[in-house]
């Protein structure tokens, strides 16, 4: 069912991919209120930058608020009329949820039941929330398709993401809440996290400081670029899923339910070798890279691949963003804004 809105809430938007759906959205006409903690996970002022941008247009409102702050949460809610909301929030990060556990349930788990709550009494027309590909854990059958049952996570992190996709399936069920869950796969680009991969190796490059190359190198990822990630977000909020006739609970098919609820996989299919990836950096940035080559970090999976068929047949689109242009671009913004 296709539908159009007005109003979206998008949480997480002072992050690195609620900001590009954030401002996608308001060039597209749309009200945008965005919620985000601003917590200092990682350097605060690249977060406030990019709310910056944001504020300068009208249609757009902050609400500095913490998911896990209930009565704050509905408050915004009542206070303005909502069609969409778009939970992007988390605390997000494989290696820090070994660490710092409560922080993903805070946010994680708190922080979605709040949300599912608030959508539930407002009339929400549609939840779109991000899960991730880590959800695949121990799964070695690739492409990971959502039809692949994911009950082996190999992180708190995933773990906490695969229970937002239970959690929204039991109010899809009970509250006839619409729910899409949205797996993405490494994402990348201008305003990127700098916890990750291509912000690590980029500033080091440039410092002449050492990479940190995990599991010696033999790693591969389905590197997504973030104008595919927001492209894939607006077609799916869009698309209301419809109830599958064929599901049975005879042969449960994880992707899917009789209830209005669906998951999809927003990735790149076209996963790239890591010592590609870093070669790619080397070419954009014109220096090599001083390599530190370590093991397997706990927690991390060797490989991820999105099959995305379910992206095409839905919503016809498929990312197909290269590592050589989406890197190029990161790079450059990564000069202009630390004025290097
Ligand atoms: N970037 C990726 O490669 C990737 C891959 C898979 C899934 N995801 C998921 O996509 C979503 C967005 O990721 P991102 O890369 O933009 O991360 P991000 O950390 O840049 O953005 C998340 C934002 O949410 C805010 N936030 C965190 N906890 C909050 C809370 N309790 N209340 C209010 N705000 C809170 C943070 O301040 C941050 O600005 C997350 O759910 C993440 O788990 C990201």
Not at 286 to 297: P, R, S
Request: proline content about 5%; some cysteine.
């Amino acid at each position: 069912m296709h539908l159009d809105y007005n109003t979206a809430l998008v949480t997480g938007a002072a992050g690195f991919i609620g900001f590009h759906l954030s401002k996608r959205l308001l060039a597209d006409g749309y009200q945008v209120v965005g919620v985000d903690n601003l917590n200092d996970y990682y350097d605060p002022s690249i977060k406030q930058a990019r709310l910056d941008i944001l504020k300068a247009d009208s249609r757009f409102t902050f609400m500095r608020t913490d998911l896990a702050d209930k009565a704050g949460l509905e408050k915004i809610f009542q206070d303005t009329a909502i069609d969409v909301v778009v939970n992007l929030a988390a605390q997000a990060g494989v290696r820090y949820s070994l660490t710092n556990p409560q922080a993903y349930v805070e946010s994680n788990l708190v922080g979605f039941v709040n949300i599912l709550e608030c959508c539930r009494h407002n009339a929400i027309k549609h939840l779109v929330f991000a899960s991730s590909s880590s959800v695949y854990g121990a799964n070695t059958n690739m492409p990971f398709s959502v039809h692949h049952n994911v009950d082996h996570p190999v992180s708190l992190y995933a773990a906490s993401k695969k229970s937002n996709e239970l959690m929204a399936h039991t109010y899809s069920h009970l509250f006839q809440l619409p729910c899409t869950g949205l797996r993405f796969f490494t994402v990348y680009g201008p305003w990127g996290r700098p916890d990750m991969a291509l912000f690590l190796f980029t500033k080091a490059i440039l410092e002449d400081k050492p990479i940190a190359v995990f599991n010696h190198g033999k790693m591969k990822r389905d590197f997504t670029y973030i104008d595919d990630i927001v492209e894939g977000v607006v077609r799916v909020m869009k698309s209301i899923p419809d109830p599958n006739p064929k599901w049975s609970g005879d042969a449960p098919d994880p992707g899917t339910s009789y209830a209005r609820y669906k998951i999809y996989n927003i990735g790149n299919n076209q996963p790239v070798e890591l010592m590609d990836f870093i070669t790619a950096i080397e070419n954009a940035i014109g220096k090599k890279a001083i390599k530190n080559f370590m093991d397997l970090q706990p927690g991390d999976v060797p490989a991820t691949y999105a099959d995305v068929d379910d992206l095409i047949n839905d919503v016809g689109f498929k990312p197909a963003t290269t590592i050589e242009e989406g890197i190029g671009k990161f790079v450059e913004w990564y000069k202009e804004y630390y004025g290097i």
